[in-house]
């Protein structure tokens, strides 16, 4: 790996450091039984990779980590563990000798194959010297916009986008489909406990809904 | 009063909610030129909400975001990007083909900006709604988050 990308040592120390931080919250989810410190530290580990990606230069993919699964995850998981019990059952000691050969088969897998990647940077990896220089190149004259992240997947693959866009709505659509729209609460509430709830500050209309 | 011990953070949290929100317009409208786009800046409006309604609870949420409101918006926000291509043929070229909005030669950028800046538009609608929407259909099915659940 050159130096030029990584920075020298700080850089690395840093990245030792992050990835250290992520390997214990990942023990310590693993370990725990309580779901909501479950929940909170898997918005630690979205935040923490989230630092790790803006070090090495993927700022998009860091602040979308950062939304979605520092904020959007965890806050979508917290509502799914007020359905269920506080805590996981406690496990049988041997129970989990089998996932346990598997996840490690696969570690073992994927560090062998990063053998094969290209160094990070790398101006002669395929991803930098195929389409990707293209679109670098030709982008300033195709659309006059400076963000070639946003020209690629607005203008060059908008196809792409509409998709992801039909699938953030169908997503939607089928988790309501599944459960309801929620609704039944907001009536619920304003029958069931008209007083008790109402905050300072909040005007509200008794009997409203019912 | 009931609520009073978590005074701190409901007065936080109405100082940051404004802010979220602004920052995810920044984010929308920038992503021409910075990082993220409407995906994130979706999710950051989505997240102005859900932080709104973990604090200040779910009815108050419902009652000044209604929930017609957020799944009708993700729809619109799916018919406004599709709507993009469908203005581009009918004026003539292939479908989300920006160039062709204002019947522009190669080289010319006015099609591109405003495509662009519509669909995001219409992905910023689309994402915030749809997860709003999963947010409330999922807390939507408890009354609130309870005092020993912090």
Redesign the interface.
Known sequence: MTDAVLGGTGTALINILLLAILFVVAIAIARLRSLFAIVMLSGVYSLVSAAWYILVDAVDVGFTEAAVGAGMSTAVLLGAMLLTARTAKPEKPFSRIGPFIVCAAAGIMLLYATIDLPPLGDPASPANSGVGLTYLQVNWYDTGVPNVVTSVLASYRSFDTLGETAVVFTAGLAVVLLLGFGERSLADTLRRAPKSETLPGTVRKDGDGT | ???DHHMIL?VIAKCLIPLIVIYAFY?QFH???????A??AG??L??AL??NA?V?????T??AVP?WFT?SL??V??MV??GV?VWAMLKGGH??E?QALFGEG??G?DG??A??II??V??LF??S???T?????????????RDE?W
Request: glycine share 18%; no cysteine; net charge positive.
């Open positions: 009063m009931k609520g409901r984010v992503g021409e030129v910075g990082a993220g786009g995906f994130q999710v950051v989505a997240v859900i932080l973990l200040f609870g779910l009815t108050a419902m009652r929930p799944r993700s729809a926000g799916v990007y599709a291509g479908y989300l920006y190669p080289g950028h591109q900006h495509g662009i669909i995001e219409g992905v689309a994402v709604g749809a997860l929407t999963i947010f409330y259909a999922l807390a939507g099915r408890v009354a609130e988050i659940d």
